[in-house]
Every structure is written in C-alpha cells, then in structure tokens.
C-alpha cells in the first residue's frame, strides 16, 4: 500500500510471485524510515554471445592490441592479441574461443582461452589482417 498507513503495518503478505512478473513495489513499515522500492526483474537473454576476456590463461604472453578485423555481420571488431613470436589470437564472440593466425594472418586453428587446446583446425584460406 502507498502511502503506507498503519493499516498496512499490521498487515503481513507472503505473495509468491508468478513468474511472469517483471516489476513490483515493495513496501516498508510506515514508521521506518524507509521509502518503497520500485524493483525490476530482468532475466539475461541467452544471445549465443561470449564476451571476450582480459587475458587469455592458455597463452600467458599474449598482449592486447588494436582489434583490425570486424565480427561477421559487422557493428564491432575482434578483440586481438599478439604474443612474442608475431602469432595474432582473435576472440570468436559466437564460440568463447580464440582463433590463431601465424605472423603473416594465415590461420592455425581455433583453440580454447583456458587450456590451449585445439578446437578445430585451420581453415584454408582464412586470414586475417597482420
């Protein structure tokens, strides 16, 4: 009840909400202090996305550096790391994997950010800007 009277203090409510509920009020004791609180619920929708990480444990001297190719259907481009031998990993936001291409672009695999291992195997032909 807003404004809260002292009705409503007296009255105690356990309501389980539906789960079609998006958004409800709640309602503190008249007497402390408290303004009601206008609470949303939101649910993450599953979009088959996978943000890219910081780092990438599987391979420790990888630096990040500027992204160069675009995400397939465009909008946004590649996270992008390079380590010390010249190898560039790319974050493959559909799979949550990094795709490896040799110091000329050529493609080497996709492998897994955590423990290096292999995914899937080069592509010929696929390449991506040096």
Known sequence: MFP?????DNIIVSPVYPPEYQDFILVFPADSGVRPLYIVVSVTANV???AAPDLLPA???AVSVRPKSTVQG???KRDR???RKGRIYEWDFQHGAVEVYDRQ???LG???PDTGNQNKPAKPGRTTPK
């Open 110 to 112: 996709e492998f897994n």
């Open 59 to 61: 391979f420790p001297d």
């Open 74 to 76: 465009g909008g946004k």
């Open 81 to 83: 790391w390079k380590d």
């Open 48 to 50: 088959g996305y996978h």
């Open 105 to 107: 672009g050529k493609h």
């Open 4 to 8: 809260p009277t002292e009705q409503a």
